[in-house]
């Protein structure tokens, strides 16, 4: 009896335990890759209903069967998970001479869209993805139906109507976004509907969904929407189209497990892509302690509604050197990386739709996109071989202000590995030596010491209270510190 007294009492306890400190659903250490379906690969011609692959606005008949016949693809660059955008049955007309290729245009929330494929397409997706050791995230549309799904017309009581809007307080969430039916969110239909959509995909094997422009739809319903998913394990990560460090860690706070850090995204393309001073990407980074889990942050060079990162420049081979630069750099940062497809290979393209131009695979790719991939896959090998890297902490060091345009220079920290990470915004090879104590960094003497990059000509070495770098221009590299 007092055994199982005892036994009760301790079951008790870390029942306890468990309610006081719950696992939240997590993704750091991962790397997401973003796939948009129908611009990745054709794996069956039969579902091509209406493709021309000659116009941006139309269908181009990449499907559910050709991600998971290219999945491999995705797992021998060493992405960890896959985030599709979306892929319900869309509006079947066009508008604005654009048909719904992107998925953003929902008429059935809970069907296959027949130019993806089908369920069982899917199922065959999460089944594979699952056997390759890959997450799966879906896009999920929170706000809206397509302008000519069937539902504006059989169930006006669901939308914002113009008197609504007028009058709200709120624009940004009652009011349409791009003139789109506007889901009220406070109806109990659509409560249910959304709520029911989330479950019906959750039960579908997908292990995160990523909510389209959270920013009008209305907070109290993401808040039970958030509630229901983590309670069920599901990671969730929010589009808060430019969010800061600020909106971030708001959104954090009231249950988002992750957003994507748009302001470092300007950044990078600022500092990296269209050669800026770092100075833009310390001021980012330099609000970090703001966000309560900044391991889950959503970290990206680009994404398929902003303009290429390759096209920040006019010229195409500083296009393909400096998304190395930037892959490179992205990998060095605390977060969770998404790669958009095609940025392993730095492929270019201005505002949407030439953004999403169709996905080049290995049998087409000219030097310059081989050596890009190369670098990309090498630079993803290199953060998951290091637990700093992966998930450790990240402390930016004081880099001297005469320096400060050109040279960013952080710790990244986990258990006993710490990694000096160096960015070098300079056109020409540059060495350097800095104090330790301007740094604030406390390090001991090192025998010089390589990049962790391959085929990278980078060192560093320490002695005499000095740190000494000699870094190649315009690239971002890691090294390990001795203890
Ligand atoms: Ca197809
Ligand atoms: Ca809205």
């Not at 030439?354 to 081989?370: I, Y």
């Amino acid at each position: 009896m007092q055994k199982g007294l005892s036994l009760t009492l301790a079951l008790l306890g870390s029942l306890a335990a468990a309610q006081t400190a719950p696992s939240l659903p997590s993704f750091e250490g991962q790397i997401i890759y973003q796939v948009m379906p129908d611009r990745f690969f054709d794996g069956n011609k039969n579902n091509n209903a209406g493709v021309d692959k000659a116009n941006a606005r139309a269908w181009h008949g990449g499907d559910l069967a050709g991600l998971t016949e290219k999945l491999p693809y995705i797992g021998k660059l060493g992405a960890t998970a896959i985030w599709l955008t979306p892929i319900y049955a869309q509006q079947s007309k066009n508008s604005f001479d654009t048909a719904a290729y992107h998925g953003y245009w929902p008429a059935d929330f809970r069907a296959v869209d027949p130019h993806f494929g089908t369920l069982a397409d899917f199922s065959k997706l999460t089944g594979a993805a699952k056997t390759a050791g890959m997450k799966v995230v879906l896009d999920q549309v929170i706000n809206h139906f397509g302008y000519e799904a069937a539902a504006v017309k059989q169930h006006p009581d669901w939308f914002h109507t113009q008197a609504q809007c007028d009058a709200s307080g709120n624009k940004d969430t009652d009011c349409p976004l791009s003139g789109l039916p506007d889901l009220n969110q406070q109806v109990p239909a659509v409560r249910d509907l959304l709520l029911g959509n989330a479950d019906f995909w959750r039960k579908q094997g997908v292990d995160g969904f990523r909510y389209d422009a959270i920013k009008h739809v209305d907070q109290a319903f993401l808040r039970s929407l958030l509630q229901k998913d983590r309670a069920a394990g599901t990671w969730t990560l929010g589009e808060w189209y430019d969010a800061d460090s600020g909106t971030v860690a708001d959104w954090q706070k009231a249950g988002f497990d992750s957003l994507f850090l748009f302001s470092l995204q300007a950044a990078l393309k600022d500092s990296i892509m269209s050669g800026q001073s770092l100075t833009h990407i310390a001021n980012v980074l330099s609000r970090q302690a703001e966000i309560p889990r900044q391991g889950e942050v959503a970290l990206f060079l680009d994404n398929h509604d902003v303009p290429r990162f390759a096209q920040g420049t006019l010229f195409e081979d500083d296009a393909f050197s400096r998304t190395r630069y930037g892959l490179r750099a992205l990998m060095t940062l605390r977060g969770v990386p998404v790669i958009w497809q095609g940025t392993e290979i730095a492929l270019r393209g201005g505002p949407d739709p030439d953004n999403r131009r169709d996905m080049r695979f290995e049998d087409v790719w000219n030097a310059n996109e081989k050596a890009t991939f190369e670098v990309a896959s090498n630079a993803i090998t290199v953060r998951k071989a290091s637990p700093a890297l992966s998930t450790g902490e990240l402390h930016l060091l004081s880099v001297p202000d005469a320096l400060a345009d050109d040279l960013l220079l952080f710790t990244r920290k986990k258990g006993d590995q710490t990694v000096l990470v160096a960015w070098h915004n300079g056109k020409a090879r540059r060495s350097l030596s800095i104090p330790l104590k301007n740094l604030g960094l406390s390090a001991a003497d090192q025998a010089v010491t390589t990049t962790l990059f391959a085929g990278q000509d980078a060192k560093v070495s320490v002695r005499g209270g000095y740190l000494h770098l000699s870094l190649p221009p315009k690239d971002a590299s890691a090294f390990v510190l001795g203890k």
